[in-house]
């Protein structure tokens, strides 16, 4: 197979148009020896001549002719592939796909997601909810979001932060009131725990197993275990036990008094969320335009 110079082909395909080698190196703004050598080149990769030359004129052989209207034919597909290629850049179009942390879609459906699609309605978006951190490239996903901290980063993506969690103690005014006075944290050893689990390297773990007070490690006891914060939640509510939640989660049920926070003198590690892409650099209009509707409701 010839190993054809793009740049040989248009060279070819301007001077075919123009018939004069002299018009085409004025309006590619090459030297006229470059034109002659380029079509030479292309010719001998070809084995066949393409140009009659006389001192007088250019003009097409009969191969010549033949091989000019594939090459129209393929400089045409490569300019709708570049304009193509520049709408992706200039306006958000097509599939988006995005990894979010199960319940995370509870919250974008709320404040990010009727929003987003309304403005821009060339764009479908697919959102999948998963207690894994996912390959964004094996995986094929545009962007992630993600809990965790430095030890999930990796250094060939962006990580661009979005939020706080800050996690509490909690019960319900129910469970609470079946157990009598909490007043020592090392009480909560003895109480049935909801824990959520979330899924590791071919093992489910828990979130938070234990907590620390005053240099003792206090390691609860799991009643009911599931991957799902949501369902923890719901658990929560159904006076099963108490379980240690994002204080977002549950602000509401505080607010209204069915759900209690415990020790709230303790202080848990807060987890951050990360908005994650492959570069800032080269993205399609679509992915962009998401970054931007996420750091929006970031900064709100």
Request: include cysteine; charged fraction near 20%.
């Amino acid at each position: 197979m010839a190993n054809n110079d793009l740049n040989q082909i248009r060279i070819f395909v301007s001077v075919a148009q123009l018939q004069s080698f002299t018009k085409a190196a004025e309006v590619l703004k090459i030297e006229k020896s470059t034109v002659s050598t380029k079509v030479s080149q292309l010719e001998k990769n070809l084995n066949i001549r393409l140009l009659q030359r006389t001192t007088r004129k250019v003009s097409l052989t009969e191969a010549g002719e033949q091989y000019l209207s594939f090459c129209l034919a393929a400089l045409e597909q490569l300019d709708k592939g570049a304009q193509f290629i520049n709408e992706l850049s200039d306006v958000p179009q097509g599939l988006l796909r995005v990894c979010i942390p199960n319940n995370m879609a509870n919250v974008l459906l709320k404040k990010v997601i009727p929003k987003f699609l309304k403005q821009y309605p060339k764009v479908q978006l697919e959102i999948i909810q998963t207690s894994k951190s996912p390959d964004l490239l094996t995986d094929n996903f545009d962007l992630a979001i993600q809990f965790g901290g430095h030890e999930l980063m990796d250094s060939s993506f962006i990580y661009r932060k979005i939020h706080y969690s800050d996690w509490i103690i909690v019960a319900s005014k129910e469970y609470l009131a079946e157990q009598g006075e909490i007043t020592n944290p090392e009480q909560l050893g003895e109480l049935d725990n909801i824990a959520c689990l979330h899924e590791g390297e071919n093992i489910y773990q828990i979130y938070t197993p234990s907590i620390t007070w005053k240099g003792k490690k206090i390691v609860f006891k799991p009643r009911f275990l599931i991957n799902n914060m949501g369902n923890v939640i719901q658990a929560l509510k159904q006076h099963i036990g108490f379980a240690v939640v994002p204080k977002n989660m549950v602000l509401p049920d505080i607010e209204s008094g069915t759900v209690s926070q415990l020790f709230s003198e303790i202080t848990l590690p807060s987890t951050a969320v990360y908005l994650v892409y492959p570069s800032r650099s080269g993205q399609p209009a679509k992915t962009k335009a998401f970054v931007e509707a996420m750091m929006e409701w970031s900064n709100l």
